[in-house]
């Protein structure tokens, strides 16, 4: 990795930067996957049986919050949500496995609160891992999936497009993620015991609603009618047992997307999955601070593409104009045919986007105790896996009617830039755009400036896209999309996870969870009782994968479908070919493509490092700015604040600790309560003067109802640089104040 000023980098590659940041304030990335298997349910009458099984299983869980000041979060493609604090951290979460009766046919699931997986952190996991645990942990079963969260630290993904944002590569964040991700498989490993899996599913119906409901609209109208709703309701989980039948956890699975904290959020998250297995663990652990519980609660992503956590609707936010309050037009999401103002409004709306984000993951939390209360259906059976390597570049196969059919080299449409509503675009573009004359032929003129003009070979097989960022043809100054993706699947029993590499609609998921679960019946893999699911965006970022008919409708979504329209055929057609490999006694590998090349070493960053901090004339680190009140009690629901004069978080990421504590005076010792993975605290970072390294530390505590009465006090943990010499850790107390009851 370099370090490069702007000044020293080729003109036209600095143009290209400046351009494409403008360009891609919003269009960046949004989610994949989903859940349960089409039509089959939990009950003995349907095949899953209640004999119990015995495996080695185990559970981790460690910190991977990357730099929480002065980077670029990761999601919503947005050049100026440059983070400011800390109100959740980020974790990887991990769950091990392993057949009893032979314990080398193991599995390793990885639920990570980043915004979509990425082959070079995969790559680094898989050779720590591997490294440690020879024949036992390798690239065919380790699965890298991400809870699609976007108020998380960005600039970790490998490939250009997603970096630009972030002004390149940020290494920090790739090796928190990557350092915390391998310690909780490790922790799972360490803990591996006999124990049970058992399987079952509820609905939760106000947790997602669809913000495409006209490109949904665009599939047949006989396949629509299979279902009762646009979204897939339903939450699976697998439930983890010791052999007494206590619980350890569980691996839940629903499609909602992780943007109910909006994009001028400038607080490090880890939206509804995060707050959602926070609250669960909290319930079950209250007395262990977050990251330290043994219980692991995990809220995993599904087919996740066109859902949203913003379940009131997106309406119109125009002040002065007759369309204000007004629900969006339908068909492009627009207001006065424009994208701006159209916002999706969770159910929390007239509180805050916080507060909507601990209702979605309080849903969620619901339906996941609503499973756990039941008796479930044992699983048992075999652990197997299959994983390999697809180019998607012009690969052609052969459709199901006879007829072959190819993908094609990445390439974002110009609806990928008109946002959704959850993040809207900017500019003039607008979803639902397949036209070959867009509103503004300005961008027609200029796209060539910013990737190469595709030859017509591509627009023709990208058809009918418009083609925007024709990235499969941009390789400096290195790739800026993904063409070589993962294919893998895990299997338990009758259980089969399928490990996406991009975004599923809602009805995309649905036919390759039918398709894959057809194949394992009709080849005697699994009987009628093959239940399936997805999980991802994991191990490849390869942005959506709509269905032929939402592609043609060319929303957000189908823009986003980087492959062309046959991108989720091949997919069926490649899941669908692997499933011997899950049989009771598979051998042998299937063939692959070749792996990505690791693009890490040629990344760039546009980032300047930490230059020195300082404290201002008569304060030392740590001191108290502004304190907490002390003549009067606080009571629940107050804001507890103090400001202290602080020094750059990049020093010093903290993890597995905390920038902050709210302590309490007990016995005469104090003891810490509250942590920086809190909701109920914010860590807030100002710069004060660049020139002179000056800047201050806010911590709030918003005191929860049921708070002890009692004697209290902030805490903030820093570490400050000096222009020569070592980063030295400090800490600042406020005042003592009190709670009343």
Not at 345 to 365: A, T, W
Not at 414 to 432: E, K, L, V
């Amino acid at each position: 990795m370099y370090l490069v000023d702007p000044s020293s980098l080729p003109s036209d590659l600095w143009g290209v930067v400046q351009s494409t940041m403008q360009l891609l304030h919003h269009g960046l990335l949004c989610l994949t996957a989903y859940l349960a298997s089409a039509n089959v349910f939990l009950d003995d009458s349907n095949g899953v049986r209640g004999v119990s099984a015995q495996y080695l299983l185990g559970l981790g869980i460690a910190d991977i919050t990357g730099p929480v000041v002065e980077t670029n979060m990761m999601g919503y493609a947005s050049l100026s949500q440059v983070d400011t604090g800390l109100h959740l951290r980020q974790r990887s979460r991990a769950w091990i496995i392993a057949d009893a009766s032979n314990s080398s046919n193991r599995i390793v699931f990885i639920n990570a609160d980043i915004a979509m997986g990425d082959t070079g952190v995969r790559r680094s996991v898989v050779s720590a891992l591997s490294s440690q645990y020879p024949d036992l942990y390798n690239n065919e079963n380790i699965a890298l999936v991400s809870t699609h969260q976007h108020s998380g630290v960005g600039g970790y993904l490998e490939d250009l497009l997603p970096q630009i944002t972030a002004l390149g590569y940020v290494k920090e964040t790739a090796d928190a993620i990557v350092a915390g991700t391998v310690l909780a498989v490790q922790r799972a490993h360490n803990n591996l015991a006999p124990g049970k899996l058992s399987l079952g599913n509820t609905t939760i119906v106000d947790g997602n609603l669809n913000r495409s409901p006209s490109a949904y609209l665009a599939n047949p109208a006989e396949e629509r009618a299979r279902y009762q709703y646009d979204q897939d309701k339903d939450m699976t989980l697998l439930r983890f047992d010791d052999e007494s039948g206590n619980a350890r956890g569980f691996l839940s699975f629903f499609a909602v997307h992780g943007t109910s904290i909006y994009e001028n959020n400038t607080l490090v998250s880890s939206d509804n999955k995060g707050m959602a297995a926070h609250l669960y663990e909290a319930m079950i652990e209250p007395d262990a601070m977050p990251g330290n519980n043994t219980f692991v609660a995990g809220f995993t992503q599904s087919n996740v593409g066109d859902t949203s956590p913003n379940t009131l609707g997106a309406f119109c936010e125009s002040p002065g104009q007759p369309w204000d309050g007004q629900p969006c037009e339908f068909e492009h999401s627009t207001c006065g045919n424009k994208t701006e103002d159209c916002h999706g409004r969770g159910p929390g709306f007239m509180i805050s986007d916080f507060e909507s984000n601990k209702i979605i993951g309080q849903r969620q939390v619901n339906g996941a105790k609503a499973i756990m209360s039941q008796t479930l259906p044992a699983l048992t059976g075999p652990v197997n896996y299959v994983h390999t390597y697809m180019n998607m570049s012009f690969r052609q196969f052969t459709l199901p009617d006879g007829t072959t059919a190819q993908t094609c080299p990445p390439a974002m449409g110009f609806s990928f830039a008109g946002g959704t509503t959850d993040g809207p675009g900017a500019f003039d573009f607008i979803q639902g755009d397949n036209s070959s004359t867009p509103q503004n032929p300005f961008w027609e003129i200029v796209k060539g400036a910013v990737t190469p003009l595709p030859p017509q070979e591509q627009i023709d097989c990208q058809s009918p896209k418009p083609i925007l960022l024709n990235t499969g043809y941009a390789h400096f100054p290195y790739e800026w999309s993904p063409n070589t993706v993962d294919i893998q699947m895990l299997r338990i029993g009758n259980f089969v996870m399928l490990i996406m590499p991009g975004e599923l609609t809602t009805m995309a998921g649905r036919r390759i969870r039918e398709a894959v679960r057809a194949k394992l019946i009709s080849e005697g893999v699994i009987g009628d009782d093959a239940y399936v699911v997805v999980a991802g965006p994991a191990n490849t970022y390869a942005h959506y994968v709509a269905t032929r008919e939402e592609y043609g409708v060319q929303r957000y979504e189908g823009a986003s479908t980087i492959f062309g329209p046959y991108t989720l055929e091949a997919y069926i057609d490649k899941y669908t070919s692997l499933v011997s490999f899950l049989a009771d006694n598979a051998t042998g590998k299937p063939a692959s493509d070749p792996a990505p090349v690791d693009q890490t070493s040629k990344a760039i960053t546009l980032r300047t490092p930490v230059v020195f901090d300082e404290t201002g004339i008569g304060h030392k680190f740590g001191d108290v700015l502004t304190d907490v009140r002390t003549s009067s009690p606080y009571k629940a629901g107050e804001a507890v604040i103090a400001t202290f004069v602080g020094a750059n978080p990049r020093n010093n990421l903290r993890l597995e600790q905390t920038f902050l504590s709210v302590d309490q005076l007990a016995n005469g010792q104090w003891k810490p309560v509250r942590s920086d993975s809190h909701p109920s605290t914010t860590y807030q970072w100002t710069r004060t003067s660049t020139i002179i390294g000056t800047s201050t530390v806010n911590i709030t505590w918003i005191v929860e109802d049921g708070t002890p009465a009692g004697t209290y006090r902030l805490t903030y943990f820093g570490d400050s640089k000096p222009i020569i010499g070592s980063i030295t850790p400090f800490v600042g107390h406020s005042s003592n104040f009190t709670i009343s009851s």
